[in-house]
């Protein structure tokens, strides 16, 4: 990642709207523009926060009219004076400002450059930085929520209370190292144990929530599994609105996992449409049902599908196939209800026809409800970079080895524990660390140009 503070320009909006926007930042960079800007006075010298009305020119071709935005350092995105050009969204108009502010000397930004500057500059943490690229690739209303929320520093500032517990901490234990001849006793063990009990909670409540964030940002995965022909690629289909899997009267028709995504009330859902499950010689068909296995096992959410022809006389439903984890959750739904209307449902049962639509939007509540996005919208802080999680394990791991030592370790040697688990913390953010360019590399290269 280039850290140098040359002027850098980028396209800010996507190809083909009616209006784009150009960003530069860097020294001097209102100079710059008005090599190749006319208003009625030098941007030079105006104030930031101003707009200004002009002409782009090469030479004494007029290339577009514009508006230009002044923002000047440090109040500005990157921290830097910075300049946007909102030009007419001609791919020729852009790709001419773009060539004319390099021959002014700007050179064009590399992914996340705009966003790097603004994390050295320290307008922006780590965390809030990843929280940019996450809102402009939120497609949900409970993925932008997430990334709003951490974008706005709640989630940062969470860290950075627990953190500066453990400075305190610390810094007792340490001031007593000072005093050692003295056999004075700053912190007080049996508090200090207390306190220590206190953040582990609130980091294992921070990992614990990054089954639902992660979730959120990569989309619920929902197994629609059972047995050959209950109707599952047909159910696939309904959910999505669209043909998308093949039906067919054949059993083992869908030999290999299907998986397509799609919005019920705000949250996006990744249905993985699997081959039935059965015994069967045909290798193709084992294989099929082999990655039905591995779906059903990443899945958050399974929706056991089974047909209501295959109904015990009592309206007891097959047992499923296989067996779920604690933190999965079965939905038991029975198809083709249209076929049987006398037909009575375990409760508990979701009763649908994947044909007629009958009974879909109950299944559609039911999935949402098994999501609960409370903590999202009441701005709880909520995990979704396995980086973070990564990083709270590590604290919470050092954090456990310092209390089960606790009564053992002399003063600086619990300080030291403290003080590793601090630097995990504040890995997350960045803050009071130096980052190497390898995390900040791996971490801004995913961003767009000009962001």
């Not at 009616?18 to 006319?38: M, N, Y």
């Not at 930031?48 to 230009?68: E, K, P, S, W």
């Not at 300049?83 to 007419?88: G, T």
């Amino acid at each position: 990642m280039n850290r140098d503070h040359d002027i850098i320009v980028a396209p800010a909006t996507a190809a083909g709207g009616a209006i784009a926007v150009i960003r530069l930042s860097g020294p001097e960079v209102c100079a710059l523009c008005d090599r190749f800007f006319k208003g009625r006075k030098p941007l030079a010298q105006a104030k930031g926060y101003t707009l200004h009305y002009g002409r782009i020119m090469d030479g004494d071709r007029a290339v577009d009219d514009v508006l230009v935005s002044v923002f000047r350092a440090p109040h500005s995105y990157t921290g830097e004076d910075s300049a946007e050009i909102s030009c007419h969204g001609s791919s020729y108009i852009v790709s001419e400002i773009l060539r004319l502010a390099q021959a002014a000397g700007a050179r064009m930004a590399e992914p996340g450059e705009f966003t790097v500057r603004a994390y050295l500059a320290g307008k922006i943490d780590l965390a809030q930085a990843e929280a940019v690229a996450d809102l402009i690739a939120s497609s949900s209303q409970a993925a932008h929520a997430l990334a709003s929320q951490q974008m706005r520093g709640g989630y940062s500032a969470s860290l950075e209370t627990l953190r500066e517990r453990l400075v305190a901490l610390a810094s007792l234990l340490e001031l007593e190292l000072d005093f050692s001849e003295e056999d004075v006793e700053f912190a007080d063990r049996q508090a200090l144990r207390e306190t220590l009990e206190q953040i582990g909670r609130s980091i294992d409540g921070l990992r614990r929530s990054f089954a639902l964030g992660n979730a959120i940002k990569e989309g619920v995965a929902v197994a629609i599994a059972g047995a050959p022909n209950v109707g599952k690629s047909t159910l696939l289909n309904r959910l999505l609105n669209d043909e998308r899997a093949l039906v067919s009267d054949i059993a083992g028709t869908t030999r290999d996992v299907i998986e397509e995504q799609t919005n019920i009330d705000g949250v996006v859902f990744r249905f993985l449409d699997t081959a039935g499950i059965r015994t069967t010689d045909d290798r193709l068909e084992q294989m099929g049902i082999q990655r039905t296995i591995q779906s059903i096992r990443r899945a958050r959410i399974v929706i056991y599908l089974a047909a209501a022809d295959s109904l015990g006389p009592d309206g007891s439903i097959p047992q499923p196939d296989f067996t779920l984890s604690r933190e999965q959750t079965l939905l038991t739904v029975v198809n083709k209800i249209d076929t049987c209307p006398t037909l009575v449902l375990p409760e508990g049962t979701i009763g649908i026809s994947a044909r007629s639509g009958a009974g879909i939007d109950d299944l559609c509540l039911a999935l949402r409800e098994c999501v609960d996005t409370r903590a999202l919208f009441q701005g709880d802080p909520v995990v979704s970079h396995s980086r973070h999680f990564q990083a709270l394990s590590q604290a919470s791991e050092a954090l456990q080895q310092a209390l089960s030592a606790f009564d053992s370790l002399p003063a600086d040697l619990l300080a030291e524990e403290i003080r590793t688990v601090t630097a995990a913390l504040g890995s997350i953010t960045g803050r009071g660390l130096i980052t190497p360019d390898e995390i900040l590399s791996s971490i801004f290269s995913k961003f767009c140009i000009g962001k």
